[in-house]
């Protein structure tokens, strides 16, 4: 039940907004943090039991990407392990779109919807099996736990999700950092974004217009207050604002 929401332009501030969280996934896992990888300057949350992240960026390149589970096909790869690879080697949009692609047509992954992006260019990719469809999207998007450009089941509570994040968020003419915070806060039984006892941690880039970044994260629910990252890692002073 993860939802990842990448916006454009947001405000004459910034260049774009990116979140992610990540909720409980079926198959047992162990090992939810923030990490750090010095040497590609990757940032995110990561899985220890697959050596994947759910959601990241890195640093050098401005890459970031987030993954949600879609449809029930269970590959053999765990979709972490391709979002580390995007976010470690690939140097821009296109490069981690076609890494992609070619790492999901052989069907090895499980099922699945990604997110990828820099500075604003964003892009969808979606692998069912050995089918894979990428689309370049427009300034804001909303990814829940369904196919758009697959066939797939639509579960009833993922689309009422999308529903409200796109009344509640992405229809506005301005959006603000406290906008995206308070939406993914959000508790109910029918659209809620935050699920205690199920969601696991949330990732959140800005990137403003002088080239700086704001990242935020935290492990738990998204109600308790994301928070920064220096604090853990003070070493990247130079990267991140707070």
Same mark, same amino acid.
């Given at each position: 039940m993860c939802t990842i929401i990448?916006?454009? *332009?947001? @405000? #004459?501030d910034y260049r774009f907004f990116f979140f992610a969280s990540r909720d409980r996934p079926v198959d047992p896992f162990f090992g939810n943090y923030l990490k750090f990888i010095p040497n590609n300057r990757v940032l995110g949350i990561y899985d220890k039991r697959s050596d994947g992240f759910s959601s990241g960026c890195s640093l050098k390149t401005g890459i970031y990407a987030g993954v949600a589970n879609v449809g029930d096909y269970k590959g053999r790869k765990s979709r972490g392990v391709l979002v580390k690879k995007v976010l470690t080697k690939a140097n +821009? /949009? /296109?490069?981690?779109?076609?890494m992609m692609e070619r790492d999901l047509i052989h069907g090895e992954y499980s099922s699945g919807g990604y997110i990828i992006g820099k500075d604003g260019e964003n892009w969808l !990719? *979606? @692998?069912l099996e050995n089918? !894979?469809? /990428?689309?370049?999207?427009g300034k804001r998007h909303v990814l829940t736990n369904f196919f758009t450009?697959?066939?797939?089941e639509v579960p009833e509570e993922a689309k009422q999700r999308s529903v409200f994040v796109?009344? @509640?968020?992405? +229809?506005?003419s301005r959006i603000n950092v406290g906008d995206v915070l308070k939406v993914v806060a959000h508790h109910s039984s029918i659209d809620g974004i935050c699920k205690h006892g199920v969601t696991l941690a949330s990732f959140f880039v800005a990137g403003d217009v002088n080239g700086k970044s704001k990242v935020l994260h935290h492990i738990g *629910? /998204?109600?308790q207050n994301l928070h920064g990252v220096l604090d853990l890692? #003070?070493?990247?002073?130079?990267s991140v604002e707070f």
């Open positions: 990448a916006i454009a *332009e947001p @405000n #004459p +821009n /949009t /296109t490069e981690a779109a076609l !990719v *979606e @692998n089918s !894979v469809y /990428t689309e370049r999207l450009g697959l066939k797939g796109s009344k @509640n968020l992405l +229809n506005l *629910e /998204t109600c890692f #003070p070493e990247l002073q130079d």
